[in-house]
C-alpha cells in the first residue's frame, strides 16, 4: 500500500495526471487533475489509494491526507465506488461533505452525479459519527483557516476544467475576488450566474 508517490508532474489530463519517478511515469486518476496545474514540471508529492480489481489495478491521487482519507471513507459505504467517491471531492472539500454527513444534509449529497436519495441516506447512516476524531480536527482546522484567495483559486480551478477560457477564467477572478466567500460550491454558482448576467 503506498501513502504517497513524490516525483515530477510531467502531465495533465481531463481525469488524470503524470507524475514521473526513477525513470517511471506513474497514471494518476484525480477528482480534478487541473488541482495539480501549478506543479506542471515541478517535483511534488501526491497522496495516492491503489485500488485493484480483477482486470485493472488503478492509483487515485489526492492533493492532501484529508481528501485520501474522505475518499477511503466513502468507499465503505454501501453502493459507492471510486468514480462516485472522486466525483464528490471533485467540487467539494472534505470539511463540506463532513459538514453534511454530521448535519444529515441529504440536498447538499445529491447534487453529486450518481448519488440518489438512497445512497445520500446511506452514506449519512454508515459515516454520520464515525468519522476518526483527529480526521474531523483537522478538518474543522482546514475550514476555519480557509481563505477567499484559496476558495477563489479553487473555484477558478473547477471551471477551468469545466472548460471556461484564460480570458473567462481572469474576468472571474477580479468579480470572485470582491465577493465573500465561504465554499467553493458556492463561488462557483456565483460564477455561473456572472457569466449569464
Do not use: C, W
Not at 453529486?112 to 464515525?130: A, E, M, R, V, W
Amino acid at each position: 500500500m503506498y501513502q504517497y508517490i513524490k516525483g515530477t508532474l510531467t502531465e495533465i489530463h481531463a481525469n488524470y495526471v503524470t507524475l514521473e519517478t526513477a525513470g517511471i511515469g506513474y497514471l494518476i486518476v484525480a477528482a480534478n487533475p487541473y488541482h495539480f496545474e501549478k506543479y506542471l514540471n515541478q517535483e511534488t508529492r501526491i497522496y495516492v489509494e491503489q485500488i485493484v480489481r480483477e482486470d485493472s489495478l488503478t492509483l487515485y491521487g489526492f492533493s492532501s491526507i484529508s481528501e485520501k482519507e474522505m475518499f477511503q471513507s466513502l468507499l465503505k459505504v454501501t453502493g459507492i465506488g471510486p468514480k462516485s467517491a472522486l466525483a464528490i471531492l471533485a467540487t467539494s472539500t472534505p470539511s463540506e461533505v463532513v459538514n453534511a454527513i454530521e448535519n444529515e444534509d441529504q440536498k447538499y449529497l445529491q447534487k453529486f452525479p450518481g448519488i440518489g436519495k438512497k445512497t445520500s441516506q446511506q452514506i449519512i447512516l454508515d459515516l454520520k459519527g464515525k468519522l476518526k476524531a483527529d480526521f474531523k480536527a483537522e478538518v474543522k482546522l482546514q475550514q476555519s483557516t480557509r481563505s477567499n484567495d484559496i476558495i477563489v483559486e479553487e473555484a477558478l480551478e473547477t471551471l477551468k476544467a469545466l472548460g471556461y477560457s484564460k480570458r473567462e477564467l481572469k474576468s472571474l477572478e477580479k468579480y470572485l475576488s470582491k465577493q465573500e466567500l465561504t465554499t467553493v460550491e458556492d463561488a462557483v454558482k456565483l460564477s455561473l450566474r456572472h457569466i449569464v448576467e
